[in-house]
Structure formats: C-alpha cells, structure tokens
C-alpha cells in the first residue's frame, strides 16, 4: 500500500503534500496541548511498532502481498492526531532508508495510511464502543476499527493509482504513469484488504487492547479518550 | 522508561520474528504488492514503461533498498533474514528516535512537570 515514486502524476502526490501540510501543523498543535510527559515515549514506541507491523508481509497465495499497519491501535492509544506523527515518522523512515514508498508519494502515503486510516478507524472504534462499553466489547469494535481503518486507506490509495490513466494518458493511448484504471486498482488492492490483510488488522488490533486492559499498562487505552478532536 | 519495559520488549521480538515476512510469501508463491513493481516487472506487464515514471521511478537511492543490505539482491534467505532483522533495528532505532526527538520538542517547553 506504499506508493513508489513514479506511480502518480505531479498534480496528485502535489495536492496530497498540500493536503498534509496543515493536518501536519494541526497535529504537531493538538500533540502539543495534549500529549503528557507520560505518554510522550508512546510516540516514539508506536512509530517503531508500526514500522516493524509493516515488515510481516502477509500474502495471498498465488497473488500479492500486503500487510497490517497498526495505524488504529496507536489512535487508540495516543489518539488519532498522535497516531499521524507517529505513522509519518515510520512512512518517511521507509521511504527515505529502506526505499518502500517513493519520495514524492510521502504526502500521498501519509494522507491515507497516516491520516484517513487512523481517523475512520478511531471514529469506528469510538462509535462502536458507545453500544458495547463491556471491555470486550471495546476490544472488538477495536478490531472492527482496524479492519475499517486499513480498508479506507486502502481504497483511496487505490483510487490514487486509478486516477492516473485519467489524467496522464499520451496521444497514443500510453499510461504517463500509473496504467491501471479504477476499475482495475481498486479490486485487485480491496480484495486482499478486505478478505485477508484487514483480518490481521483487526486481529492485531483487537488482541493487543484485549492484553492492555487486563496488564498494567491499562491507562494507554483510556488516555486518549474525550480528547479526540 | 520502566513502565514501557514489557512494550519494548515486544518489540525486540517482533524485529527477531521479522523474517516471517520474508519466508511466507515465498511459502505460497506470492508476489509483491499490487502497485509496487519495479520499472522492468512493469514493462513485461504492459509491454513498455511509462514515460513519466521513467523519469521518476528512480528519484530516490535508498541506502538499505527493499530491507537488503545493498549488493544483496539474489543472496540465499538466510543471509537476506539477517538483514531484514538488521533493518528492523535499524527502524526501531530510527523510528524511535525521530518519535523521541519530536515527542520532547512538542512536549518540553511545559516545563519539566513528570507523571
């Protein structure tokens, strides 16, 4: 779900940087006003987590490989404007030492796998736990939550890549840049999302609040909470 | 740091089982991700290589390119694992640093109040 350099026309990976910039200046602002001295490590724990949850690439046999994020878990630890610096700091790692996601796609990368995904899966999980405030029925709208949160990134990650045979296609019928269209892209990303890597997201998700509720470390989980936007 | 003990740890083994990821989609005949193919993966998709991303796919030189040490590419497994374990120390290191750095810079001028 990392968009490598050379998949989206300047106008797209242009607008997705301008779209980050002031979520990036709000979420600097509300981390600011928000973020304990006792939660700060929580920062810099989540944004390694993520980077490693990316690392166990999970595939469909025969087809391609994806991955969990974590990105919804974090929201739920430190919020959801925490969780987007925490993932920035994890996609431009990636993209700039280890190559995986392009340079010029970070805006793009951090607007649906930084921001949208942490976001819808934060509101999901925060709806559901309204009907099912049992701890185990926040661990599983939790879950919910990240299978939620990964598909919504992916679908507008798909729609960046469907995008681009509509808006760079040469005269002679050849893709500028990313070939496929919509109806290309977007159920051959969904499909695994749906079906497999969302699982694991929502699996990973809902077991790892499930283990914070009955440890110690139980104030993660309610730090975030009243404080969301 | 203490009370995030249990949680560091959890993430020193998640970077020693990392090569999970690498062995099991080789395990079941997977390929990359959709969207993430190299110019010349796309090229015998489609029959050429975009003009633009030509020009842009190569932008960037990474230095631990796709979680290998660089001169690794076709290394046997084994030594491809232990890089990816490499790499995941190296993102933990990075990672965590770039948190901690801006953890204090947007939390360090409330004073020094600690919980």
Redesign the interface.
């Known amino acids: 779900m990392h968009i490598p350099d050379g998949y989206l026309g300047p106008p797209t990976y242009l607008a997705a940087y301008a779209a980050c910039a002031p979520l990036w200046a709000i979420a600097a602002r509300r981390v600011r006003q928000t973020l304990s001295a006792r939660q700060a490590p929580l920062l810099a724990i989540a944004a390694a987590f993520s980077f490693l949850v990316m690392m166990f690439n999970i595939p469909l046999p025969g087809g391609t490989t994806g991955h969990a994020v974590g990105g919804v878990l974090i929201a739920i630890a430190i919020g959801p404007w925490g969780a987007m610096l925490s993932l920035t700091i994890a996609l431009v790692i990636q993209a700039f030492v280890f190559g995986d996601g392009g340079i010029t796609a970070i805006g793009a990368n951090c607007l649906n796998i930084a921001f949208l995904m942490p976001f819808t899966g934060y509101y999901a999980y925060s709806f559901l736990s309204r009907f099912f405030p049992s701890d185990k029925g926040k661990a599983l709208a939790a879950g919910i939550g990240g299978w939620v949160g990964l598909n919504c990134a992916a679908l507008t990650t798909a729609l960046m890549f469907g995008i681009q045979p509509l808006f760079h296609t040469a005269p002679d019928g050849r893709a500028l840049y990313s070939p496929y269209p919509i109806s290309v892209a977007v159920p051959a990303i969904l499909l695994g999302h749906v079906f497999l890597f969302g699982v694991v997201e929502a699996l990973v998700t809902g077991l790892v609040v499930h283990y914070l509720q009955r440890s110690r470390s139980a104030w993660i989980l309610h730090s975030a909470a009243g404080e969301a936007v | 740091?203490k009370?995030?003990r249990?949680?560091?740890i959890a993430?020193l083994v998640?970077?020693l089982a990392?090569p999970?990821?690498?062995y099991?989609?080789r395990?079941?005949?997977?390929?990359?991700?959709?969207?993430?193919w190299g110019?010349d993966e796309?090229r015998q998709m489609?029959g050429?290589a975009?003009?633009?991303?030509?020009?842009?796919?190569?932008?960037?030189?990474?230095?631990?390119?796709?979680?290998a040490l660089p001169g690794q590419e076709g290394a046997p497994l084994s030594r491809l694992s232990l890089s990816?374990i490499l790499?995941?120390f190296?993102?933990?290191g990075?990672?965590?640093?770039?948190?901690?750095l801006?953890?204090?810079w947007?939390?360090g001028?409330?004073g020094k109040?600690?919980?």
């Open positions: 740091m009370e995030f249990v949680l560091w993430l998640m970077a990392s999970i990821g690498l099991l989609p395990l079941v005949k997977a390929g990359g991700a959709w969207g993430e110019l796309i489609i050429y975009p003009a633009g991303m030509k020009k842009t796919a190569d932008i960037w030189k990474a230095p631990v390119p796709e979680y990816y790499s995941a190296i993102g933990i990075a990672c965590g640093g770039g948190g901690y801006l953890a204090r947007l939390t001028r409330r109040s600690r919980a």
